[in-house]
């Protein structure tokens, strides 16, 4: 299940608004096949692992990451196909929550096969954690917070100078949970200060570019900035509580009085998952109203000193004991930066 995990992050980027899945067909304790879902509207983890171990896959045992689909969408149901396969086991790792893709687990025992569930479901379930969430609560987008902190809780110098705390390391980290989202946004204060192109320019490019987004009010915006330059190619949105401010040509405002309905009207606009970028005062919003369901810090051995802007109030170091209300999922070095996940515990 663990090598399933693996390769389904190969999708990284292509699924959405599909999840991430990945299958490995196994017989007589040996690998003979694996597969993946590699794009949105292309053959699932499933099926792909199946035609590769041909024959050989009757009588096997399938790992696969999400409970296999029963409904015909832009491709077949995943159960017939298992089904016709002869496998003899199914092993699966978190149920699917979609009531139109569910129930693959109770078809395949109707047709004599063995099912287990359960395995490694904690981090299946942490894979996929946008798209599950989106089952539980469609009315925002699932949101991940992304804070680059100095050594003493800094996240800008004192003159807010646009400055690159971390490595390059952890720039392709940034860039590759770029190609994972739906919509990447920052305050006008970030806006304005570091003139951010909010794009995917390392690594493999997503399926679909992720919409720019500024929060604040449209006409702060300069219309000398990359943001504005650039909407003509790239979408670029302004989320507002303001009811009559104008946007620079070519870029589009949402608007609604509170920072909850502003992300109301990010999922509304198509948005499943949001990655915010900055700046201190957003994320201390988000933090505050409880609209955080990811905080991904990335800490630098560096020192800003007395005077520089700290971060959000809570926020935990990438080393540090994990904050009442928090938890960690992961943490790991990249060059001279470590990177922590944290979750909340309620979610």
């Known amino acids: 299940m663990r090598r399933a995990l693996r390769v389904a992050r190969r999708g990284w980027g292509w699924t959405a608004p599909n999840p991430l899945v990945g299958a490995v067909v196994v017989r ?19 099926v792909m692992a199946l ?68 395995v490694e479901r904690a981090a299946a379930a942490e894979l996929n954690a946008p798209f599950l969430f989106s089952y539980r609560d469609s009315r925002r987008p699932f949101v991940t917070l992304k804070l680059a902190i100095s050594a003493d809780g800094m996240v800008a110098p004192a003159n ?9 390391d952890a720039m392709r980290a940034v860039h590759r949970l770029r190609a994972g989202v739906d919509a990447i946004a920052v305050g006008m204060g970030t806006a304005i ?26 006409d702060h915006l300069p219309s000398v900035c990359a943001l504005v330059r650039t909407a003509g190619r790239r979408p670029t949105w302004v989320v507002t509580s303001e009811a009559a401010a104008e946007a620079p040509t070519g870029v589009r405002v949402l608007r609604a009085p509170t920072l909850a309905g502003q992300l ?3 999922r509304e606009a198509g948005v499943g998952h949001l990655l915010v970028e900055g700046g201190a ?20 051995p560096v020192l800003l000193g007395a005077g520089a802007i700290p971060a959000p109030p809570g926020t935990p170091s990438a080393g540090g004991r994990p904050p009442q209300g928090w938890r960690l999922v992961s943490r790991r070095t990249l060059g001279a930066d470590v990177e922590s996940v944290w979750a909340p515990d309620d979610r």
């Not at 200060?193 to 919409?211: E, F, I, K, N, S």
């Open 28 to 46: 007589d304790g040996a690998v003979i096949a694996e597969g993946w879902h590699a794009a949105y509207g292309g053959p699932h983890a499933e």
């Open 264 to 266: 109301e009207r990010l």
């Open 193 to 218: 200060a570091d003139d951010p192109q909010l794009t995917v320019r390392h690594g493999r490019r997503p399926r679909v570019a992720p919409v720019r987004g500024v929060f604040g009010s449209p």
């Open 51 to 118: 035609a590769a171990a041909g024959s050989l896959a009757r009588g096997a045992d399938l790992y696969v990451t999400l409970e296999p689909c029963t409904h015909h969408g832009k491709t077949p149901p995943c159960t017939e196909a298992i089904i016709a396969a002869g496998v003899a086991r199914v092993i699966v790792a978190v149920e699917d929550p979609n009531p139109q893709a569910g129930g693959g687990v109770a078809m395949l025992r109707a047709a004599g096969i063995a099912v287990t569930t359960g």
């Open 160 to 168: 807010r100078a646009r400055m690159q705390l971390t490595g390059p």
């Open 281 to 300: 005062a957003l994320g201390t919003s988000l933090l505050e109203a409880g609209l955080v369901d990811r905080l991904v810090i990335f800490e630098a």
